[in-house]
């Protein structure tokens, strides 16, 4: 499994204690982002939107996952709304079409990762 990442645009002490609790994690600032990262992949791995809305409350959030089977998620939360949703798990899609970015496949969750999430 590779690294699950999330990204929030919020003071990295209350990043931090949002993820009490969870082994392994990884914080860094990023500008105004925090980066999270769960190197174990599978603390974060296949939770629903709603648990991610919960955890951001009112802060954007970006997560991002994918792995070497073709898995991969993403999630972009802004104002708490979701603005795009993406999941493929085994070749299956389950995605909203969202807005400002464009992933379709677990391909570009990896570039956008590297873009944007190292």
Known sequence: MYACKVMMKAPIESVKVRFEGYEDM?????GDWVLAEDSSGTQLFGWEVSAWLELAGEDELIYAYY????NAEFVFL????????????GGEVDTDEGEDIDISSWSD??????????
């Open 109 to 118: 969750v990896a570039d956008f990762i590297d873009e944007h999430m190292t």
């Open 78 to 89: 802004q104002n708490g709304l979701c603005m795009r949703a993406y999941q493929e798990y």
């Open 26 to 30: 990884e914080f860094s600032q990023k």
């Open 67 to 70: 792995d070497e089977d073709g």
